[in-house]
Nanobody, 121 residues
Framework: QVQLVESGGGLVQPGGSLRLSCAAS????????MGWYRQAPGKERELVAA???????NYADSVKGRFTISRDNAKNTVYLQMNSLKPEDTAVYYC???????????????WGQGTQVTVSS
């Protein structure tokens, strides 16, 4: 009932920047938390950054000062601006959105399909 579409991944050199987007659509009454996770080969999925409906944010220590999460509530979209990228940032990035389904008032938690970010010279 709720779909997430991610965009913005790609190949970038160390020190470069990328901006990821994730748009939610479907039977949405409200959206609570929105976040970005990543999973590198052979590693577990980890939280990168999250933002609440009120705009409070939290970041993994490894990305503080380099990544910025933001959201556009009118567009049901969350963004991840990634600056000063490092090779260790290479991973598949997934967005995650929690909220309430319109009509049923049931809680939902949805994942995006993932977008590859590769940082390499």
């Amino acid at each position: 009932q709720v779909q997430l579409v991610e965009s913005g991944g790609g190949l970038v050199q160390p020190g470069g920047s990328l901006r990821l987007s994730c748009a939610a659509s479907g039977s949405i009454f409200s959206i609570n938390a929105m976040g970005w996770y990543r999973q590198a080969p052979g590693k577990e999925r980890e939280l990168v950054a999250a933002i609440t409906s009120g705009g409070s944010t939290n970041y993994a220590d490894s990305v503080k000062g380099r990544f910025t999460i933001s959201r556009d509530n009118a567009k049901n979209t969350v963004y991840l601006q990634m600056n000063s990228l490092k090779p260790e940032d290479t991973a598949v990035y997934y967005c995650n959105v929690d909220g309430v389904v319109a009509g049923t008032w049931a809680d939902f938690g949805s994942w995006g399909q993932g977008t590859q970010v590769t940082v390499s010279s």
